[in-house]
């Protein structure tokens, strides 16, 4: 758990985090995300001390991390930020081996745990293990990166933009990777973007940060459905905000159960925009949606464009 108890935090005259209170539960993927300048990257650096609080209190698990042994603090939180921050003289192998190797473990262990998360992450191009860095794409640079955040199974990871600078496609493959790591670990994530798509894609909850203060804090569709006030409104992209909801709903929940369609099958768990866009492709208005490799229902277009009308 991660909380923040009335955190003020000024650079000189200019107040960069105003007041700000939040708790962050177990297991929760929670993304902020606000414009450039917002205080976003400042609140996640309070919390592995790379910035001290002026007021108020940061605490991890119950515990001030002001009064927590700073290594010792920061091995604990795995950290993976947008420039990446590779060890350029150390193979891939090494970097993401970096906190299992502070922490000791056996060099079976270590080698085991690179392996899985090469594997996890899709690195697993022959020999990518022993290669630096510099041979690598941004991609794979960035792979790296949330690997070694990854490594010793931390219970808390802070990810600060760390797939800006990716290409559309790469940038959707690792946020599927990711969210699965993370339900599958049950890891707590405390993610920043100032990318509204990639916060509702990810975020169990996001928090909309304007100014140095959380303007609204909710679930995806609550921001969506409920905007706290004009300016979450227009964050959320007026308009463009029941695009935003087809990213965030699945076809599961809005399928007609026991109906058939003709056509290639979407699966339960795909994103209505992913339905919709299947349906361009296949030219039809309505689809056969497939759960475990069995027919359930089908997903009609007439339901997507009502739904929220
Ligand atoms: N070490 C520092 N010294 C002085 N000012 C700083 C420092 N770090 C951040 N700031 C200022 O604090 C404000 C908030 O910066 P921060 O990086 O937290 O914003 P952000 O929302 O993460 O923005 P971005 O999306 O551009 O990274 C900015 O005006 C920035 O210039």
Not at 66 to 92: C, K, N, W
Not at 120 to 128: A, I, N, S, T, V
Request: charged share 25%; aromatic share 4%.
């Amino acid at each position: 758990m991660i909380e923040f108890d009335h955190v003020h935090k000024r650079f000189g005259e200019h107040v960069v985090i105003d007041d700000l209170s939040l708790r962050i539960e177990d297991g929760e993927f929670f993304v902020l995300v606000g414009p450039s300048g917002s205080g976003k990257s400042t609140l996640l650096r309070t919390v592995n001390r790379l910035v001290h609080v002026d007021a108020g209190c940061v605490r991890v698990d119950g515990e001030d991390v002001a009064m927590r042994d700073v290594e010792a603090l920061r091995r604990g939180i795995g950290y993976a930020i947008q420039s990446v921050g590779l060890f350029p003289h150390r193979t891939v192998a090494e970097n993401i081996a970096t906190v299992p190797r502070l922490l000791r473990w056996s060099e079976a262990d270590i080698r085991a745990r690179v392996d899985e998360l090469i594997e996890l992450l899709r690195l697993d191009e022959p020999g990518m293990a022993g290669r630096y860095p510099h041979t690598l794409s941004g991609g794979q640079q960035q792979r790296v990166g949330v690997a070694r955040a990854l490594a010793a199974r931390p219970r808390i990871v802070l990810m600060d933009e760390p797939f800006g600078a990716l290409d559309p496609l790469t940038r959707e493959s690792l946020q599927g990777s990711l969210k699965a790591i993370q339900r599958d670990m049950g890891t707590t994530i405390l993610f920043v973007t100032h990318d509204m798509d990639e916060a509702f894609g990810l975020g169990d909850r996001v928090g909309l940060m304007l100014d140095g203060g959380l303007v609204q804090v909710g679930k995806p569709l609550e921001l969506i459905h409920n905007p706290a006030d004009e300016r979450v409104r227009e964050f959320v992209g007026g308009t463009r905000a029941r695009l935003r909801e087809l990213a965030v709903r699945t076809v599961g929940e809005n399928m007609r159960r026991g109906e058939s369609a003709e056509g290639e099958p979407v699966e339960a768990s795909a994103t209505l925009q992913e339905a919709l866009g299947a349906m361009l492709a296949q030219g039809r208005d309505r689809l056969p949606v497939r759960e475990h490799g069995v027919a359930v229902g089908a997903i009609v277009l007439i339901d997507l464009v009502a739904r929220g009308a």
